[in-house]
Each structure stands twice: as structure tokens, then as C-alpha cells.
């Protein structure tokens, strides 16, 4: 069994930066696809970011250029690191494991694991 642990969220002002982490415990996830979504109060969740098994990078439209995905596989760690933030990336941020590979890398049907998230919440 993987468990998820995000940390690393709060309050940030727009223009801000912030660091959000992923720990991983009960397995090593080096090969897995490892991905970020969002869930924002009366909303449905939605992708944000993620790895693929060769470690390819991919980003929403929404967060491309603002946010970077990364990984310490020495540490079981992800990372997000949210540069320029909006007010409409408040929202409850969740970290996932893929574990199957049949859909687009943005599926949360691929992703058999995920941590309780972490809130961030941006003020203008």
C-alpha cells in the first residue's frame, strides 16, 4: 500500500511563489507516473501536472509557464512549485500515483493513489 502525504500549502499573495511537497511511504514510486490536481470549493477536480513513466513533464494550459513539476526519487518526494499565482488557483491540491496506463496522463482514472492534499488559498 502507498501512502500520500502533501504538505507545504497556506496563504499566499497573487504574484507570490509557493512550494508544495509530495512524501511518499510504502513503496518505491521511481517508475510510476506521478501527477498534481486541484479541486476548488464547488468545483470539479482538475488536472494540474504531471510525470509519465520516462519522466516527460506535462502542465494545464491553465498553470503552463508559472508552475514546474519535479521529482527526488532519492526521497520518494514530488514537488510543485506554484511561481505567480492567481487568485483562481485557490483550491485544495491533491497529489496522485498512476497506476495504470490506459487513458490520457490527465485521467484521474489512471491514478490508484492519492494523498488527502493540501489547501492553497492566493489573495489579491
Known amino acids: 500500500q502507498v501512502q500520500l502525504v502533501e504538505s507545504g500549502g497556506g496563504s499566499v499573495q497573487a504574484g507570490g511563489s509557493l512550494r508544495l511537497s509530495c512524501a511518499a511511504s510504502?513503496?518505491?514510486?521511481?517508475?510510476?507516473?506521478m501527477g498534481w490536481f486541484r479541486q476548488a470549493p464547488g468545483k470539479e477536480r482538475e488536472f494540474v501536472a504531471a510525470f509519465d513513466r520516462i519522466k516527460n513533464t506535462y502542465y494545464a494550459d491553465s498553470v503552463k509557464g508559472r508552475f514546474t513539476i519535479s521529482r527526488d526519487n532519492t526521497k520518494n518526494t514530488m514537488y510543485l512549485q506554484m511561481n505567480d499565482p492567481k487568485p483562481e488557483d485557490t483550491a485544495l491540491y491533491l497529489c496522485?500515483?498512476?497506476?495504470?496506463?490506459?487513458?490520457?496522463?490527465?485521467?484521474?482514472?489512471?491514478?490508484?493513489?492519492w494523498g488527502q492534499g493540501t489547501q492553497v488559498t492566493v489573495s489579491s
Open positions: 496522485a500515483v498512476r497506476t495504470t496506463y490506459y487513458n490520457h496522463y490527465s485521467s484521474q482514472s489512471d491514478y490508484g493513489y
Open positions: 510504502g513503496r518505491t514510486l521511481s517508475g510510476n507516473g
